[in-house]
């Protein structure tokens, strides 16, 4: 196959996978932020999944756990040192009713903390 100037294309091949329901994927990157921060998660309201950034200007210990509404603790997603970064987090709940759930970010003194909205 060639573009519009004739010069031929490379072949294109994709490749997909799945995840489980109720895994939690967590990705780096390599830009060092200035902040402790925790995106909002998108989308918001959800179904089967969201995605949360994390920012994170040094090394640290994190945590990152959801909770329901009444303050009872769901599940935690990341546990463990860090190095400093952006992270991307995407959590898959199971068996979870729709509500309004919070997302915590907590390390040393800093905490932050998100609403999610889950959806059935």
């Known amino acids: 196959m060639a573009d519009i100037e004739g010069r031929p294309n490379p072949p294109i091949s994709w490749s997909f996978s799945g995840f489980p329901v109720g895994c939690v994927e967590e990705t780096p990157t390599e830009v060092i932020p200035r902040v402790f921060h925790l995106s909002r998660n998108f989308p918001n309201p959800f179904n089967e999944a969201t995605t949360f950034f994390y920012s994170l200007p040094e090394a640290r210990r994190i945590i990152l756990e959801v909770y329901d509404i009444k303050g009872q603790f769901v599940e935690r997603l990341v546990d463990g040192p860090r190095k ?34 889950l959806v059935k």
Not at 94 to 114: K, P
């Open 84 to 117: 400093p970064g952006t992270y991307r987090v995407i959590w898959r709940p199971e068996g979870l009713a729709s509500g309004l759930y919070l997302c915590v970010l907590r390390s040393g003194g800093d905490m932050q903390v998100r609403k999610l909205v």
